[in-house]
């Protein structure tokens, strides 16, 4: 599971539906992996705006890369910037979680990811 695809996913109990705290969901016990992608700048340009970078920053800094600015580099700043390019990339994309579990800060919820696949199946109780 790609970093990037964290940033868009939240808890699936319907507890948390109206919870501010049900995203970003947190990882845990992670295992990265590395994988070893061809730059593309425009994907990382065009997608920046998309993201919820308050969410990124957490979840970076969870992960245990360095901290994130507080605010996105504009479309200039990260054509003029390539080390910054080129860090996001490799978070975004490069970066990807093989094993652990993302809990959530609202009901505590812990969803199993196995093989880089997160399981959203929830018991009957929490659906």
């Given at each position: 599971m790609k970093v990037l695809s964290l940033n868009f996913l939240t808890c699936a109990a319907?507890?948390?539906?109206?919870?501010?705290?049900s995203y970003p969901l947190h990882p845990k016990d992670a295992e990265l992996v590395q994988?070893?992608?061809?730059?593309?700048?425009?994907?990382?340009?065009n997608v920046l705006p998309r993201l919820d970078w308050a969410a990124l920053r957490t979840t970076s800094?969870?992960?245990?890369?360095?901290?994130?600015?507080?605010?996105?580099?504009?479309?200039?700043?990260?054509?003029?910037?390539?080390?910054?390019?080129?860090?996001?990339?490799?978070?975004?994309?490069?970066?990807?979680?093989?094993e652990g579990k993302l809990v959530c800060a609202n009901c505590g919820h812990e969803y199993a990811v196995k093989e880089g696949i997160a399981n959203f199946l929830l018991p009957s109780h929490m659906v």
């Open positions: 319907k507890a948390c539906k109206s919870s501010s705290d994988d070893e992608i061809e730059l593309n700048p425009d994907m990382i340009i800094s969870e992960l245990g890369f360095p901290a994130l600015p507080e605010q996105p580099p504009t479309a200039e700043e990260l054509q003029a910037d390539e080390k910054t390019l080129r860090d996001l990339h490799h978070l975004l994309l490069e970066t990807q979680m093989s």
